[in-house]
């Protein structure tokens, strides 16, 4: 059964203060996996889809990495409006395309 | 906005009654998807169907049903609700299943 762990649960930062989120998964033959934000009571938005082992992605503050066992965040000198929860999901190959998420890192950044 | 819409946002009912949940998928999607989201599990995923037939099953329970229509909207039904199905509610569509999955709001379900 697929398996996707996040750490830390919850992470605080000062504005400025870049740091990384962890997303380690476990699935037989991994079709893709997927970074979304969600703010309190809306729904999930999608950040980036990584493929394989090396790719790496980036979106303004924040770059997507992904290795053959886990996939970080890393978020560069973060603003108070990247405070979010930050969900992993994994898409597995013959799951015709279920996602598994993770539960999710609570990141808050103070001014 | 994802361009995914869903009705209704918020749904208060009573203990063994039955509800409707409402998705219209982005334009040009062709396969939906129904999560669950409660405090204590995170996001469940429910259900998929993808050009109107049934394509995946999560651990959806048998008081709960799904289809898609000819014009792509779908609908989850619940029924015999007991207070655990107090949860969030969501849909999201994708062109194809191994596509990026674009989320609606969110139906807010309370069951008292």
């Known amino acids: 059964e697929d398996q996707v762990t996040q750490s830390p649960e919850a992470l605080r930062l000062q504005e400025g203060e870049s740091s990384s989120l962890n997303c380690s998964y476990t699935?037989?033959?991994?079709?893709?996996l997927f970074w979304y934000r969600q703010d309190p009571g809306k729904g999930p938005e999608f950040l980036f889809t990584?493929?394989?082992a090396g790719e790496e992605k980036e979106k303004e503050r924040l770059k997507a990495t992904l290795t053959k066992k886990e996939s970080f965040l890393h978020i560069t000198a973060p603003k108070p409006e990247d405070s979010a929860t930050y969900l992993c999901?994994?898409?597995?190959?013959?799951?015709?395309?279920?996602?598994?998420f993770g539960q999710g890192t609570i990141l808050t950044v103070h001014p | 906005d994802s361009g995914v819409t869903q009705t209704p946002k918020h749904l208060i009912t009573a203990t063994g009654q039955r509800v409707t949940l409402r998705c219209s998928p982005r334009?040009?999607?062709?396969?939906v998807y129904w999560y669950q989201q409660s405090l204590d599990q995170g996001l469940q995923f429910l259900i998929q169907?993808?050009?109107?037939?049934?394509?995946a099953k999560g651990n959806i329970l048998e008081r709960f049903s799904a289809q898609q229509f000819p014009d792509l909207h779908s609908e989850l039904n619940l029924s015999s609700l007991e207070l655990g199905d107090s949860a969030l509610y969501f849909c999201?569509?994708?062109?194809?299943?191994?596509?990026?999955?674009?989320f609606g709001p969110g139906t807010r379900l309370l069951v008292l």
């Open positions: 169907y993808y050009n109107g037939e049934e394509r």
């Open positions: 699935v037989s033959g991994l079709r893709g």
């Open positions: 999201a569509s994708s062109v194809r299943p191994e596509e990026t999955q674009y």
């Open positions: 334009s040009g999607d062709l396969s």
């Open positions: 999901a994994v898409q597995e190959g013959t799951s015709y395309g279920k996602l598994t």
């Open positions: 990584l493929y394989s």
